[in-house]
């Protein structure tokens, strides 16, 4: 059973500039979370979304957005990138009603 | 606001032996909990998991201990491997009707020595 999967892996932009992520879940899973992690600030939780409806959504200005498909796949979008923008994106699925989520490597983004 | 927070940021244990990383949590609602172990350039991967009904819960040379009267979690690695070497994080999170989430703590390094 193939993981989470995100791309781009890498992904370089400029301020000002707009970005778009995407992630896989497993099979099955139609819970997906999505968390920016930075040196020191830990795992920040942005929203999750589950079967094309967000349910949850964290602490973050609305330049971070998201939305997810049909077939449980979901993308998120930040807009006007700023310097502290730079992170590690990560993606996560989980089942229904199982808090226990799986992790897709990350998207790691450079904001110059 | 709820937290989860860790005691030692950095923890270096002689390979072979015992270690024992501590999470101390604020919300007495939470009623799971989780560990994950990252290794770089990866994503958190599960550990072990337990919910606020049980004190102790082991797996494969893993133990997670929970003590709800000091809100204090702790994962214990027997026999500590090379391998082991990542950032463990603990997370938590409460039932609230289909709107639960993990809170994630800020981590602990862990530096297995050969």
């Known amino acids: 059973k193939a993981g989470v999967t995100q791309t781009p892996r890498y992904l370089i932009k400029t301020r000002g500039q707009q970005v778009t992520l995407s992630c896989s879940p497993i099979?099955?899973?139609?819970?997906v979370s999505w968390y920016q992690q930075t040196p020191g600030q830990g795992l920040q939780f942005l929203f999750e979304y589950f079967s094309e409806t967000q349910r949850n959504k964290g602490n973050f200005p609305g330049r971070f957005s998201g939305r997810q498909f049909s077939n449980s796949r979901s993308e998120m979008n930040v807009s006007t990138l700023e310097l502290g923008d730079s992170a590690l994106y990560l993606c996560?699925?989980?089942?229904?009603?199982?808090?226990?989520?799986?992790f897709g490597s990350g998207t790691q983004l450079s904001v110059l | 606001g709820e937290s989860v927070g860790l005691h030692l940021p950095t923890l270096s244990v002689q390979e072979g032996d015992n270690s024992i990383i501590n999470c101390a949590y604020s919300n007495s609602a939470s009623d799971y909990f989780i560990w994950y172990k990252q290794e770089s350039g990866k994503g958190p991967q599960f550990i072990i998991d337990i919910r606020s009904n049980m004190d102790k819960r082991q797996g494969q040379r893993v133990t997670v201990l929970l003590n709800k009267t000091v809100k204090h979690l702790s994962l214990q690695i027997a026999a500590t491997q090379p391998g082991d070497s990542a950032v463990y994080f603990c997370?938590?999170?409460?039932?609230?009707?289909?709107?639960?989430?993990?809170?994630f703590g800020t981590g602990t390094r862990l530096t297995i020595i050969p």
């Open positions: 996560a699925s989980s089942r229904d009603s199982d808090e226990k989520l799986f």
């Open positions: 997370a938590e999170s409460f039932s609230n009707f289909g709107n639960e989430k993990l809170t």
């Open positions: 099979s099955g899973h139609r819970s």
